[in-house]
């Protein structure tokens, strides 16, 4: 994940990006992005250094990972192995670093970088996601039924009642 430095374009001459979320793991290590319009000094100082709180929630073929940082509602990454770009796809194992979480805060209007962070991960919450993740891609994918999937589970439950259902969970002050 190119994750460019704090007030520099996050996409070189690119200077509006679509909002997303996207929580993946490829061949540098997990990853968030979270690009979104309006940023402010209080969503900055979270994202910097404001407690981090993170979950994994699996329902059917995907995984969901949850995340709040500071004083922030929880927020959720719906995630497939499969979606990843071949060229950057890895197995867990195969990943550089698989024990820290590259968090990287863009602001859609303009397309700088507003925030970056690098959260290392318990040994017991990387060992569940990189379970998760390792039986997730030794098992099929049908990219319409994982849409369709996604937006039951949004219509079922919000991020705040899938972090009630979390399998995993972890809490960090750095």
Do not use: C
Request: glycine share 8%; aromatic share 10%.
């Amino acid at each position: 994940m190119q994750t460019g430095q704090v007030g520099q374009p996050y996409i070189p001459g690119q200077d509006k990006l679509e909002e997303k979320i996207r929580y993946r793991l490829d061949n540098e290590g997990h990853s968030l992005l979270i690009v979104k319009t309006k940023i402010t000094a209080q969503e900055i100082e979270d994202v910097e250094s404001g407690a981090a709180q993170l979950g994994i929630y699996v329902d059917g073929p995907i995984i969901f990972l949850l995340f709040k940082f500071g004083t922030s509602k929880w927020n959720d990454a719906p995630y497939s192995w499969h979606t990843v770009p071949s060229g950057i796809r890895v197995y867990p194992q195969e990943a550089l670093e698989v024990s820290t979480l590259m968090v990287v805060l863009v602001e859609a209007t303009d397309g700088l970088v507003k925030a970056v962070r690098e959260i290392p991960l318990t040994a017991e919450f990387a060992g569940q996601l990189n379970e998760y993740i390792t039986i997730q891609a030794n098992g099929s994918f049908n990219g319409l039924s994982y849409a369709k999937h996604i937006n039951m589970v949004y219509n079922q439950y919000t991020a705040d009642e899938m972090r009630e259902m979390a399998a995993a969970y972890m809490n960090s002050s750095y």
